[in-house]
C-alpha cells in the first residue's frame, strides 16, 4: 500500500477526496440558491412526482430541467436528510472532473497529466463550487465528459471516434437536463475545430447512433412537461433562453461592463494559486494565434487550438449574454486546468513542492471549516433551531408573509415540511415561477395544522390586525428573530371562505 500511494495518480486522487468531502457537511443550507435547489428536490421525494419539479404543493418550479434535483433527490433518499446527503452530487461533480482533467491532458498535453489534475483539484472556484448546491458543476461535468470524448475521438491513436462521438452526444444530452442550451456551448467548440483543423477520415461529429442518443436521453422530459403545462414552452424559450441572453430581466449583471466586473475577478482569483502560469499562456496567445493562420501550424498545433477555443469560444459568449453569475465560466475551469499543466510543462516547471501543496490545501479545508460558523442569516440551520426552540410543538409548513422564504428549512426541519411564500392581497404574476405561491386568505382557508409563521417586524402591527380581521388569533412565538416575528395561528369562528388558489402549474 504505502508503494501504490507514491504514485502521483493516487496521491492527487486522495488529495481530492479529502478536499471534495471533508467537511461536506458541516456547514447548514444556505439560502437562498441551496434551499431552493434542495426544497424542489425533496417536494420530488415526498410526492413521488419525480417529472414536474415543484417548490410546495401549489406551484411548479421551472428556471431548471430536473437532473439537478434527481441527483439531490436520489442522494437524499440513499444517505439520508443531511446537508452532506444535499452537497455530494457536486462533489462527486468535482471529482469528475479532476479525473477528466488527468484524461483530457493525456491527450493535449501529454506527460503533464498529474499537473493538470492537481491544477484543477486545488483551483479556489472549482474547490468552492463543489462545497455547493447548484446546477453548474453538474453541467461542467456534463460538457467536460462530451468534450472529452472529442478530445478522444480526434486525438487517440487508434480510437474508435463513432464510439467516442456517440458518448459525446450522451454528456450533451446531459447537460441539456441540467441547464438546457447552455450545455450545447461545447458543440460550438466542436464545430468550430472541426472548420479550424479539418479532419475528415477519422469521424463525423453528427451521425445517426450521436443524434438518436441525444434526442432520446435529452428531449422526453421538455415534451412531457410542455405537453402537460401548455404555455410552457414559450416560458422556457421566452423567459429562461431569450430573456436570459438579451436583456437584464433577472438582475444578473446586465450592464454594458457587467461581463468584466464579473467574470475578470472569477478567472483571477477563481483560477489561484495557479493564476500566473495561465497569465503567461495569455501573453503568449496573440503570437499563437498569429501563427495559426497558417494551417499547417494549426494541424501542428492542434492541442492549443482546442484548448484556445475551449475557453475562449463559450467565454465570448457568456459576455455577451447579459445574465452574468460566477458560476456560469464553472465549465472553462477544466481547460485552463490543461492550458497550466501545458504552460508548466513547456517552461520545464514540475509539481508544486509537496510543502506548499500542503500549506494551500490545509488553507482550502480551513476555509470550508469556517464556513460552517459564518454568521449568516442565510443559514437555514439556525433558522431551523431558532423555530423549533419556539414553536413547541410538530412543525407541518413554514409559511412566509411577504418575505423571502427560507426553502432551507426543507431539509433541516424533515422531509414533509412544506415552505411557502405568501401575499398580502392578490397580485398580477406571472403564471410559471410566480413570486408568491397564494395569498394570505387562500393559505388561511386551508385550515392546515402544525404551520410556523414568519413575517418582518417591522409590518407586524399591521399584518396582526389583517389576521384578526379574518377571524383568527395570533399566538407569538418569542422573541423576534434576524428582525423576523413567528407565530402560529388558531381560528376564533368559522374563517370566511377563500377565493380559490389557482391550479399547480
Known amino acids: 500500500m504505502p508503494l501504490l500511494f507514491r504514485s502521483p495518480a493516487?496521491?492527487?486522487?486522495?488529495?481530492?477526496?479529502v478536499l471534495a468531502l471533508g467537511f461536506l457537511g458541516t456547514r447548514g443550507i444556505w439560502d437562498p440558491d441551496e434551499g431552493r435547489y434542495t426544497n424542489v428536490a425533496l417536494n420530488m421525494l415526498d410526492s413521488g412526482d419525480w417529472l414536474n419539479p415543484k417548490r410546495s404543493h401549489e406551484v411548479g418550479h421551472w428556471t431548471k430541467p430536473p437532473l439537478t434535483y434527481w441527483a439531490i433527490a436520489a442522494s437524499v433518499g440513499v444517505f439520508g436528510a443531511n446537508p452532506w446527503a444535499a452537497r455530494l452530487p457536486s462533489a462527486l461533480a468535482y471529482l469528475l472532473c479532476v479525473w477528466l482533467a488527468w484524461r483530457v491532458a493525456r491527450r493535449l498535453a501529454p506527460g503533464a497529466q498529474a499537473q493538470a489534475a492537481l491544477a484543477y483539484a486545488t483551483m479556489l472556484l472549482?474547490?468552492?463550487?463543489?462545497?455547493?448546491?447548484?446546477?453548474?458543476f453538474l453541467l461542467a461535468a456534463a460538457t467536460g465528459t462530451a468534450l472529452w470524448a472529442f478530445v478522444e475521438a480526434r486525438f487517440a491513436p487508434r480510437a474508435h471516434p463513432l464510439r467516442w462521438l456517440t458518448l459525446m452526444w450522451a454528456a450533451f444530452a446531459l447537460g441539456f437536463l441540467t441547464k438546457g442550451p447552455p450545455a450545447l456551448l461545447g458543440l460550438l467548440v466542436v464545430l468550430a475545430f472541426d472548420y479550424a483543423v479539418p479532419d475528415r477520415r477519422r469521424h463525423r461529429v453528427?451521425?445517426?447512433?450521436?443524434?438518436?442518443?441525444?434526442v432520446a436521453l435529452a428531449l422526453p422530459w421538455y415534451v412531457a412537461v410542455t405537453l402537460d403545462h401548455p404555455g410552457l414552452?414559450?416560458?422556457?424559450?421566452?423567459?429562461?433562453?431569450?430573456?436570459?441572453?438579451?436583456?437584464?430581466?433577472?438582475?444578473?449583471?446586465?450592464?454594458?461592463?457587467?461581463?468584466?466586473?464579473?467574470?475578470?475577478p472569477t478567472l483571477l482569483l477563481g483560477t489561484l494559486p495557479w493564476t500566473p502560469a495561465l497569465w503567461r499562456w495569455l501573453r503568449a496567445l496573440p503570437t499563437q494565434v498569429r501563427g495559426w493562420r497558417d494551417?499547417?501550424?494549426?494541424?501542428?498545433d492542434a492541442a492549443g487550438v482546442m484548448l484556445a477555443l475551449w475557453v475562449l469560444l463559450p467565454l465570448l459568449v457568456f459576455c455577451i449574454a447579459r445574465s452574468r453569475l460566477p458560476l456560469y465560466v464553472l465549465p472553462l475551469f477544466l481547460p485552463l486546468a490543461v492550458i497550466v499543466a501545458r504552460q508548466r510543462q513547456a517552461e520545464g516547471r514540475g509539481l508544486p513542492r509537496p510543502a506548499l501543496l500542503t500549506l494551500w490545501a490545509a488553507l482550502l479545508l480551513a476555509l470550508k471549516a469556517a464556513a460552517a460558523y459564518w454568521p449568516t442569516h442565510k443559514n437555514a440551520a439556525a433558522?431551523?433551531?431558532?423555530?423549533?426552540?419556539?414553536?413547541g410543538g410538530a412543525i407541518g409548513e413554514v409559511v412566509f408573509v411577504?418575505?423571502?422564504?427560507?426553502y432551507g428549512l426543507h431539509l433541516?426541519?424533515?422531509?414533509?415540511?412544506?415552505?411557502?411564500?405568501?401575499?398580502l392581497d392578490p397580485e398580477p404574476d406571472s403564471r410559471f415561477n410566480p413570486e408568491y405561491d397564494e395569498t394570505l386568505a387562500q393559505e388561511l382557508a386551508e385550515h392546515e395544522p402544525g404551520v410556523v409563521w414568519v413575517a418582518k417586524q417591522e409590518r407586524w402591527p399591521e399584518l396582526r390586525r389583517r389576521i384578526e380581521a379574518l377571524g383568527w388569533r395570533v399566538h407569538p412565538l418569542g422573541t423576534p428573530y434576524e428582525g423576523r416575528v413567528m407565530f402560529r395561528l388558531e381560528p376564533t369562528a368559522s374563517a370566511p371562505s377563500a377565493p380559490a388558489a389557482p391550479p399547480p402549474n
Do not use: C
Open 383 to 391: 433558522w431551523a433551531e431558532a423555530i423549533r426552540a419556539r414553536a
Open 233 to 264: 414552452l414559450a416560458y422556457f424559450l421566452g423567459d429562461e433562453v431569450v430573456g436570459r441572453v438579451a436583456s437584464n430581466e433577472f438582475d444578473r449583471n446586465g450592464e454594458w461592463y457587467g461581463w468584466l466586473k464579473v467574470y475578470g
Open 402 to 406: 411577504e418575505d423571502m422564504a427560507r
Open 206 to 214: 453528427f451521425h445517426f447512433a450521436g443524434l438518436a442518443l441525444f
Open 10 to 17: 493516487w496521491r492527487i486522487a486522495l488529495l481530492a477526496l
Open 126 to 136: 472549482p474547490f468552492g463550487a463543489a462545497q455547493m448546491i447548484t446546477t453548474d
Open 412 to 423: 433541516h426541519l424533515g422531509t414533509g415540511t412544506q415552505i411557502e411564500k405568501v401575499s
Open 295 to 300: 494551417p499547417a501550424v494549426r494541424h501542428a
